[in-house]
């Protein structure tokens, strides 16, 4: 039973909350609503970081059950051991403290309790029993704040990493728990140095780097977080979320390089219509209308009462010359959009330009319907 008590430690319970956690990240690409980051994020955790003992599997952070070195000390401490190996723990616990009640220096009894307290599940019990112990040591400190996470008291708990660090500003199991906590609290601006920190002692741990990438992200420094998801995206195999995102954080930087990102998105998901988007709008800036349609058209399939698609879909025949499709995208348009005074104009000159005389002169109509003070002179040339 020894043994078993053993494994409950916090140490175990620690590795649980952070296999489970996610960092917490919101993104908007300016001009351009992406995916929501959640579903990506989830994919990931710290479970594959090279935590130190403190949040590995196994770790014991409690001092464990052994031989009682002076058994006449306490007849209670005695029986007490005897319940918890039987797996009696909560006579255990009853017994361990009529033990600390006759001899309440008696701190190796005080950890055990601690230990029992926590597999029963009754964390401020063991919290309040080691801050009254008023020991200093890392170990205690360490314990304290591990149970300061289990029992869901984050902030707490931070502090207790961060007096740690103090004494020893490289402790790895410090600098994690710092961080791990930290961010369950919320406060990632506060966490993100001691990731940054736990980053450089432990820069080859795949999670540690998607983790930091993340919240660099996430608090806008796009070129430190861009720099990091490049990194992530060398292998041939990158997930197609690491690609998204190596690409959503060039677009603040450097939005040629992020083209080859969003086009190596495309060849593994043809159908990302933010990748299609982001492209969409480069091609267009740069005037390659012929480089721009085809995502417009694959925006077009996905979103076919997308108003601005359609106008954006018009203006892209102009430029290529094709007056025909360019007319049928415009005429769409002025179906869910029928007051735009331009698009109107556009469509009398189209169809006059087409030599369709009566679709012209239903289109002036329409025209002058809409628009209080119509330029007759403009009108007439384009009709002519």
Request: hydrophobic share 45%; aromatic share 8%.
């Amino acid at each position: 039973m020894c043994r078993k008590l053993i494994k409950f430690s916090l140490g175990f319970s620690l590795l649980i909350l952070v296999g489970l956690f996610i960092i917490p990240l919101s993104s908007h690409a300016a001009g351009c609503a992406i995916t929501p980051a959640p579903d990506f994020l989830r994919s990931f955790s710290f479970s594959n970081i090279p935590w130190p003992e403190v949040l590995k599997p196994g770790s014991t952070l409690i001092k464990t059950l052994g031989p009682v070195r002076h058994p006449a000390w306490e007849t209670a401490w005695d029986r007490a051991r005897r319940q918890a190996s039987a797996g009696n723990l909560k006579e255990a616990a009853e017994s361990y403290r009529q033990a600390l009640t006759a001899k309440p220096d008696l701190k190796a009894a005080a950890w055990e309790l601690a230990n029992v307290l926590h597999v029963l599940g009754r964390d401020n019990e063991a919290i309040k029993l080691l801050a009254n112990m008023g020991d200093g040591s890392p170990e205690y400190l360490r314990t304290l704040a591990a149970l300061e996470v289990s029992g869901g008291h984050f902030q707490l708990a931070a502090e207790y990493f961060i007096s740690l660090l103090k004494n020893n500003p490289v402790d790895q199991q410090s600098l994690a728990g710092a961080a791990f906590a930290l961010l369950k609290a919320g406060d990632s601006g506060v966490a993100l140095p001691y990731l940054k920190k736990l980053f450089k002692l432990s820069p080859d741990s795949p999670g540690l780097r998607r983790a930091l990438a993340c919240l660099t992200y996430e608090h806008g420094d796009y070129k430190t977080a861009g720099r990091i998801f490049i990194t992530l995206s060398r292998a041939a195999d990158t997930p197609w979320r690491i690609l998204r995102y190596t690409a959503l954080s060039l677009e603040h930087s450097d939005k040629g390089r992020a083209v080859s990102y969003w086009r190596r998105l495309l060849a593994r998901r043809p159908g990302d219509m933010e990748a299609q988007r982001y492209l969409a709008a480069y091609y267009e800036a740069l005037g390659q209308v012929d480089k721009a349609l085809p995502h417009l058209l694959a925006l077009r399939r996905r979103y076919p009462r997308d108003h601005n698609l359609l106008k954006r879909l018009a203006k892209c025949y102009l430029g290529l010359k094709d007056l025909r499709k360019a007319l049928k995208y415009l005429v769409l348009y002025r179906h869910l959009v029928p007051a735009d005074l331009e698009s109107a104009r556009l469509v009398v000159q189209l169809q006059a330009a087409l030599g369709n005389k009566d679709e012209t002169l239903k289109a002036l109509r329409d025209y002058i319907a809409i628009e209080p003070r119509p330029d007759r002179g403009k009108l007439k040339q384009a009709a002519e």
